[in-house]
């Protein structure tokens, strides 16, 4: 199938799969007479596989270590297991942190809330953050 066909298939655009190609994550796509690209079912799949990864939070370099790794014979089930649980960890620090921010910005609210601006010093830009 075509280029726009494939992309439209996985749910991507047809810059995106020229763009996974060129990184090597797709293997080059077939070509017709006519210099257009013609992708199968197999490519169709590592499409697939790439957009699950990158809704896993995976990086393209991850996707691509996952990928030589399979494709030097091995299954890379404990390579993606270890992945993964880093990016559950970096997950789990960025809600952390974002749940420290939260405070933050509910305590400022707060403070400003029940501020009286005739009490605020104009020598300050605001002396309630």
């Keep these: 199938m075509r ?3 494939a992309a439209a298939e996985a749910g991507m655009t047809a810059k995106a799969l020229r763009f996974y190609e060129e990184r090597g994550l797709l293997p ?5 007479p006519n210099g257009y690209r013609d992708y199968d079912e ?26 030589l790794v399979s494709q ?7 390579h993606v297991d270890h992945l993964l649980a880093e990016r559950l960890a970096e997950v789990e620090a960025q809600l952390a942190h974002l749940a420290e ?6 305590t400022a609210q707060e ?4 501020a009286d601006p005739e009490g605020c010093r ?8």
């Design 122 to 129: 104009s020598s300050e830009v605001c002396s309630y953050l």
């Design 3 to 5: 280029i726009g066909e």
């Design 28 to 32: 080059a796509a077939r070509r017709f």
């Design 42 to 67: 197999e490519a169709l799949g590592r499409l697939d596989f790439i957009r699950r990864s990158r809704d896993a939070g995976l990086s393209l370099e991850q996707i691509k270590d996952i990928i």
């Design 72 to 78: 030097a014979g091995t299954t890379p089930c404990r």
């Design 111 to 114: 403070r400003v809330a029940g």
């Design 101 to 106: 921010v939260r405070r933050s910005i509910l």
